[in-house]
């Protein structure tokens, strides 16, 4: 049986094919106009000098391991409201058959917010990253277990010309030591499992270990309470991609203020 991972994959696969035959990668360049950036790396790396907690705030409808978290499903609205409450960042789920995403949903908080957007999908084709910046993202999400070495350093550089940050993520100690010999400085840490969907906070903890100080590090999934915060605080980590935590809270406001203070 195959996992839930290599399921995404492959139908992303047959998804890119049918985009493209849509609008082809020299017509997406013709599309291109701003590269500019909302400096989603500085932000990161600034957290981390200063040792100040960052908040990378998802956006999505659904997940696997979720199922549907809203049924009236307003991206602008939370992007707005994620803003306010003081996030530095934020991510946006694009993958449309697992996660009920949308690339239009990218311009359109894009309207709404002044904040770095991050773009969160199964990005495994250069189409992606053009796709993602004419879209008006800031950064995108590599999946090193869905990569080959040589993929990912092609796209952190396809991504530097059209003026896209990169997230490193990683689940396991192979992963990190490919991120690492990468070289690219921001690297991920999924406390999720994607192949079965389970989860394990002390993921990030135990595989900080392995990282040299010179690497900025953000902890994905999972982070429910202040004490996950004050955990990871504990052995340098200072950035947090964070989604259903706050999505399912009764007050957005309210869940994030308490991350923060």
């Given at each position: 049986m195959k996992?839930?991972?290599?399921?995404?994959?492959?139908?992303?696969?047959?998804?890119?094919?049918?985009?493209?035959?849509?609008?082809?990668f020299s017509s997406l360049e013709k599309i291109l106009q701003n590269?500019?950036?909302r400096d989603f790396k500085e932000l990161i790396i600034n957290s981390q000098d200063q040792?100040?907690?960052?908040?990378?705030?998802?956006?999505?409808?659904?997940?696997?391991?979720?199922?549907?978290?809203f049924k009236n499903y307003f991206p602008e609205i939370i992007a707005a409201d994620y803003e306010k409450s003081g996030v530095g960042a934020i991510s946006i789920l694009t993958e449309t058959t697992f996660f009920h995403g949308n690339l239009d949903h990218l311009s359109l908080i894009n309207k709404k917010t002044n904040l770095p957007l991050l773009r969160k999908d199964f990005i495994i084709d250069p189409y992606q990253i053009l796709e993602s910046k004419v879209y008006q993202a800031d950064a995108i999400l590599l999946i090193v277990s869905i990569l080959s070495d040589k993929q990912m350093k092609d796209f952190i550089n396809l991504a530097d010309q059209y003026g896209l940050d990169c997230l490193i993520e990683t689940h396991?100690?192979?992963?990190?030591?490919?991120?690492?010999?990468?070289?690219y400085p921001v690297i991920g840490i999924n406390n999720r499992n994607l192949k079965n969907l389970s989860i394990n906070i002390n993921n990030t903890l135990n595989l900080m270990k392995k990282i040299p100080k010179e690497f900025i590090v953000v902890a994905e999934s999972g982070i429910k309470s202040k004490t996950d915060i004050d955990k990871c605080n504990d052995v340098g980590v200072f950035n947090f991609l964070i989604g259903e935590s706050i999505l399912k809270s009764s007050n957005i406001n309210d869940k994030i203020r308490e991350f923060l203070n």
């Open positions: 996992d839930i991972l290599s399921k995404i994959c492959e139908n992303k696969k047959v998804e890119l094919e049918k985009t493209k035959q849509r609008c082809s590269k500019n950036n040792k100040n907690n960052n908040i990378i705030a998802e956006i999505k409808k659904a997940s696997p391991s979720a199922g549907v978290i396991t100690e192979e992963d990190i030591n490919r991120a690492i010999n990468i070289g």
